[in-house]
């Protein structure tokens, strides 16, 4: 390969993912707006075309708000790699720090991080501010939104600059081999944030109390023992500090497994509802589908890890991508700009395979609690957070880790019925 054709061939690959997302976003906001004006016959009974319309709107909102996030962040990696960004930054660091050093490494790709945020941060000021804002999502005060930024920029300094840093040690010295010792080590450090992050980052942003409501507690002890499931406690989480958005989650592992509700589910579901989406839920931990995800984004890393060594070796890696400094630093710099742009294709074949578990996971929900109960939950979950009912199929077939309400719906009363 020679460095114009490297050069081409990313520029080709970002222009024409670029260009098939603008056309499938386009598609999408087209189906979206020709379904506006009435509610598709199956949710009739429950969801009014007020709420319908309402949804739409959103979805057409946050689709405009998608492609300039799009443009902006194409722009952004042309800026970084092919415009000299990248090599501009190192030159800037080599001022401060002897080039190639650890703290030289560490200091350029930090930066790479922190103005990236900065580019996004217009962009999520107004999607929190004036688009949530606009459909009633939006709980955020600035004050809490500078507090959480606050917190989110001293927790990548204490934990990030320290992974990079040693990330770049290891790939220094641990010879031709290194990236088995990276993957260790990135093994090692997943498995302790999923330890510590149940007891002590998630309390840093959010407050969690036991579940005291006693109906609730029926319902959901009784479902447990059926399911043979032990959980190290049920918890409250105030997300309308937040958002208006609900949701139920586990978080931990083995011993330390905790079941999370949203204050916000609390509030809108019926006891029957609480219990049918907790078993949708445990429907995933059964079936071990956070188990089979982190095995294949393990066997994934590894296979990347061994990409970016090979591709270290070649020059055409560096020039191609528009950087004259060949070192560690430089090398995972372009790696994690670039990849995404070439990852995309694979996108559709996470989305399947995530609605593949969705579908078990609502089986093992009709199994273990009441299908019907699941669907009056999902119906009032997609009314309350105004996701559309008529997506554009292809559209949902790339990007949706969830099948489309109708579909869904229709798959969990072919169960009841
Ligand atoms: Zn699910």
Sequence with gaps: MTNTLFSSLFLAVLVATAAFKLWLGYRHQTHVADHRSEVPREFAQQITLGAHQKAADYTLARLGLGRIDLLINAAWVLVLTLGGGLQWLHAAWTGVFAEGSLLHGTAFLASIGVL???????????????????????????????????????????IGLPVIAAVLWLMVTMGAHWWWAVWLFWLGFNLLVLLVWPTFIAPLFNRFTPLEDERMRGHIDALLARCGFRSNGLFVMDGS?????????????GQSKRIVFFDTLLNTLEPIEVEAVLAHELGHFKHRHVTKRLVLMSAMMLGLLWLLSALMATPWFFTGLGVTAQNTAMALALFMIALPVFSFPFSPLMSAWSRKHEFEADRYATEQSSGEALVSALVKLYRDNASTLTPDPLYSRIYDSHPPASIRIAHLQGKTL
Excluded: Q
């Design 241 to 253: 500090r937040r958002s208006a958005h609900g949701n139920a989650y586990f978080t931990g592992f």
């Design 116 to 158: 990236g945020a900065l580019i996004d941060l217009p962009l999520t000021l107004y999607r929190t501010f004036v688009t949530e804002a606009r459909f009633g999502f939006n709980k955020m005060t600035p004050a809490l939104f500078v507090a959480d930024t606050a917190k989110t920029l001293a927790l990548a300094a204490i």
